[in-house]
């Protein structure tokens, strides 16, 4: 169980265009969902958090209008890069809890995103 | 949250243990240790976590120090697949309002046949 799926696992894209990252959670509901970006050979980078129905709380230093999140179910959270630049070109992994006081996040297989 | 120490590599004998310490000397007492590991390329995945007490599931046990202020990872018997890095994170979990993981750079583990 506590299965989650990230699509697309890898896109190219244009300079300036969006794209769209979408997290399901797949046999559990998620009320929270969390986003994270990585960099070649370094760790995890939380960029933000997502609660179902509420809009998104951005760690310091990260755009909000450039990485747009919505939350808009319990199963499925997304992530747009606006106007993407090559420096946006990234390795995008959500995470995704149930509301419970001792229970994991569960980790999607990312999504690796090259902005050309 | 509080932070982690970890040895940034470790080397381990297939078959043998593989014990990874972790340091949280400032940890609170309602924090969780918990401890994910990631192959490259690939998204984290969970292994074990606990408040206080030693747990054990299929994956590792984890050992808790009774002043809390630090732990181990143990897998008990290496395989290659295990080479990875893991990471040893420190987390408030409050009910309704998931607790989020702030990740440090882990431990690189490297078994070797």
């Known amino acids: 169980g506590a299965v989650v799926s990230q699509h697309p696992s890898r896109v190219i894209c244009k300079s300036g265009t969006s794209v769209k990252i979408e997290c399901r959670s797949l046999d559990f509901q998620a009320t929270t969902m969390f986003w994270y970006r990585q960099f070649p050979k370094q760790s995890l980078m939380l960029m933000a958090t997502s609660n179902e129905g509420s809009k998104a709380t951005y760690e310091q230093g990260v755009e909000k209008d450039k990485f747009l999140i919505n939350h808009a179910s319990l199963t499925l959270s997304t992530l747009t890069v606006t106007s993407a630049h090559p420096e946006d070109s990234s390795f995008y992994i959500c995470s995704a809890s149930v509301s419970s006081y001792n229970s994991p996040l569960h980790f999607g297989n990312g999504t690796r995103l090259t902005v050309t | 949250d509080a932070k982690t120490t970890q040895p940034t590599s470790m080397d381990c004998a297939e078959g043998r243990a593989a014990n990874l310490p972790c340091n949280h000397s400032?940890?609170?007492?309602?924090?969780?240790v918990y401890w994910y590991r990631q192959i490259h390329s690939q998204g984290p995945q969970y292994i074990i976590h606990?408040?206080?007490n030693n747990e054990t599931n299929e994956m590792a046990s984890l050992i808790i120090t009774e002043d809390r202020k630090s732990s181990t990872l143990i897998l008990p018997h290496a395989t290659l697949r295990d080479t990875a890095v893991y990471y040893c994170i420190v987390r408030v979990a409050r009910s309704g309002n998931t607790g989020k993981l702030i990740f440090g750079q882990g431990t690189t583990l490297q078994v070797k046949p």
């Open positions: 606990g408040l206080k």
């Open positions: 400032t940890i609170s007492g309602n924090e969780y």
